[in-house]
């Protein structure tokens, strides 16, 4: 079965310092993984994925993630961050075979002070 | 023009009524799921359908009854509710080939 570990409850950082979420997965073979944001009632939205190839992707609002197969990890990242990337971050893993769905991760609060 | 839009955003009734949350999805999308978030915020699958077709039910009571009339709609039906049953439920739908599923902006249900 797969797992997706989110070690911190909450990351705060002050507006303008480089960000990063941790996110850690167990899972048999090369799984897909995801990245989502939930603002104070909202949905979830997507952020960005890795499939394949580059180990950094890029995604919404200037975030990105890399790709460590031999850590088992894919952090989320930002260069400088923004009062209004305060939410919650999802790290979420999909098996790439039949109808699999999302396991996510417990989440991660993030919280920028201005 | 919400790509995944769900109905009511916010419902409070009682315990042991019956209640329906709407689901509809303009993607284009085969597949349609829902999901619970409790109260700690931790995000769980609750179903799962293809074209219709129920794919994925894991242990969910069976007051619990999704009903999918076409591929763009997943209906959840939520019967003798209780205290318990109190979340946030998110309806998502992805395209199976293509691998982002897509969320809306989820229902409160709270039972008193």
């Known amino acids: 079965a797969q797992s997706v570990a989110q070690p911190e409850d909450q990351v705060n950082v002050a507006e303008g310092n480089p960000l990063t979420v941790k996110c850690t997965y167990s899972v048999s073979g090369n799984p897909y993984l995801f990245w989502y944001v939930q603002y104070p009632n909202r949905g979830l939205q997507f952020l960005l994925k890795?499939?394949?190839?580059?180990?950094l992707v890029k995604g919404s609002y200037g975030f990105e993630a890399e790709f460590n197969k031999s850590q088992t990890s894919f952090h989320l990242k930002k260069p400088s961050a923004l009062v209004s990337d305060s939410a919650l971050y999802f790290c979420a893993v999909r098996i790439p075979q039949g109808y699999s769905t999302l396991t996510f991760g417990k989440g991660t609060m993030l919280l920028v002070s201005p | 023009d919400t790509a995944v839009s769900q109905t009511p955003k916010y419902l409070v009734t009682q315990m042991g009524n019956d209640k329906s949350i709407k689901c509809e999805q303009n993607l284009g999308h085969d597949t349609m799921y829902w999901y619970k978030q409790d109260s700690k915020k931790f995000l769980k699958i609750m179903f799962s359908?293809?074209?219709?077709?129920?794919?994925i039910n894991e242990t969910v009571p069976n007051r619990f009854s999704p009903k999918s009339p076409d591929k763009a709609h997943l209906n959840l039906h939520i019967n003798s509710l209780e205290l318990g049953d109190s979340a946030v439920y998110f309806c998502?739908?992805?395209?199976?080939?293509?691998?982002?599923?897509?969320f809306g902006e989820g229902s409160w249900l709270t039972v008193v």
């Open positions: 890795y499939i394949t190839g580059d180990n």
């Open positions: 359908y293809n074209n219709k077709e129920l794919i």
């Open positions: 998502a739908s992805s395209q199976e080939g293509r691998n982002t599923i897509y």
